[in-house]
């Protein structure tokens, strides 16, 4: 049996990280989490970026969000990209994915939408190719949202259930060989 060696991962250099969401997406091999930072000592302004930790490299760095100043809270995959859900000071959301344009990646508007259905909301994932995102609200039950028809569903009444639902995961079975 050899003894395992214990090495260090450099943590993030970002001044004043106050919130990062628990809620995680793995995209490409690395996890992305939205994070909100203050901007000044006095707490009275804040913005959000993706804090990502490759796995392969076991480094951190960051992605500037589209609209910082924009409250994000959800990291997801979108029509197979990275997809960000941030709600303007009018409290309706916007869907922005990051496409990669000759070898760079930019942020383009998937969808406006006049609410904020995501309000309160974990993980969100898209389930069916034809826009439908499924996401728990917290206390709230489980909510399927169709982005093309703005149609917004229950998938279950946890109010008469007597068992709730705590968070939910993406697992994707995946077989590897090693070639020697």
Known sequence: MTARTLRGIASPV?????????????FN????????????????????????FDLS???FSTIELP??????????????????????????SWIWVRRENNNTDSWCVAYKLDTNPFKGAGRVFQITPNDELLYNVHSNGIRVYNLGTKGLSRLEDSSKSSTSLIDMDV??????????
């Open 14 to 26: 970002t001044p004043l990280i106050t919130f990062v969401k628990l809620d995680q997406c793995l």
């Open 29 to 52: 091999g690395a996890l992305h989490w939205a994070v909100k930072r203050y901007l000044t000592d006095a707490r009275d302004e804040c913005d959000y970026f993706i804090m990502k």
């Open 57 to 59: 490299l076991e480094v």
């Open 67 to 92: 609209e910082p100043r924009w409250e994000t809270s959800v990291v997801t995959i979108i029509k197979g990209c990275l997809g960000v859900i941030s709600s303007d000071n009018h409290d309706r």
């Open 171 to 180: 697992c994707v079975e995946n077989l590897a060989w090693i070639v020697r």
